[in-house]
């Protein structure tokens, strides 16, 4: 009888043990499902940033921008020619038109820098970006001592390569 009390209580015991591991398997996979949600909802949030960003190019920025002076303009010729508009409806445009004025030549400047800046990273004949750019270490002897050169290895978007500057591969745009 003893005996067999042991034994059922081993028994007992794996039960209750496989029934444990279970349940740790079932919260783990129910942690990875949880997991895989997030990520999910993240590259959806990227994604819709994505489409955002390239919906808001400085050009199109720019154009829009343009578009609101314009309208400004003409609102406020119509307001100066209606003998019913206040001064203060009048003042208060023309200060609505120099605000985004000021909008426009802050956003044509920062558009002007970034393709200064864009210049030193795309192909100098057809604009296609860099792709990448790598260094490499040679050990070259001079005058008896070992001299580092690094040597500048850049790629575009286009299939130009520059090796030091020089071309290795033609612009494919050519
Ligand atoms: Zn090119």
């Not at 206040?86 to 409806?89: C, L, M, N, P, Q």
């Not at 290795?168 to 050519?174: D, E, H, L, V």
């Given at each position: 009888m003893p005996t067999e009390l042991l034994f059922f209580g081993q028994i007992a015991s794996i039960v209750v043990f496989l029934g444990a591991l279970f349940g740790i398997y079932r919260s783990l996979a129910a942690q990875k499902d949880a997991t895989i949600q997030a990520l999910k909802?993240?590259?959806?949030?990227?994604?819709?940033?994505l489409v955002q960003a390239q919906s808001q190019t400085p050009d199109v920025a720019v154009e829009a921008l343009s578009r609101r002076v314009k309208l400004i303009i003409e609102e406020l010729s119509r307001l100066q020619q209606d003998a019913n508009a206040?001064?203060?409806?009048i003042v208060g445009k023309e200060r609505e038109l120099d605000c985004a004025k000021d909008e426009l030549s802050q956003l044509r400047e920062q558009v002007a820098r970034a393709e200064k800046l864009f210049d030193g990273f795309s192909c100098p004949t057809c604009k296609a970006p860099m792709e990448t750019r790598e260094y490499h270490y040679e050990?070259?002897?001079?005058?008896?001592?070992?001299?580092?050169?690094?040597?500048?290895?850049?790629?575009?978007?286009?299939?130009?390569?520059?090796?030091d500057g020089r071309e290795?591969?033609?612009?494919?745009?050519?």
């Open positions: 909802e993240q590259i959806e949030l990227l994604k819709l940033q206040t001064a203060d409806t050990s070259v002897e001079l005058n008896g001592r070992d001299v580092d050169i690094d040597h500048e290895f850049v790629t575009y978007e286009c299939g130009l390569a520059l090796s290795a591969r033609p612009c494919g745009s050519r």
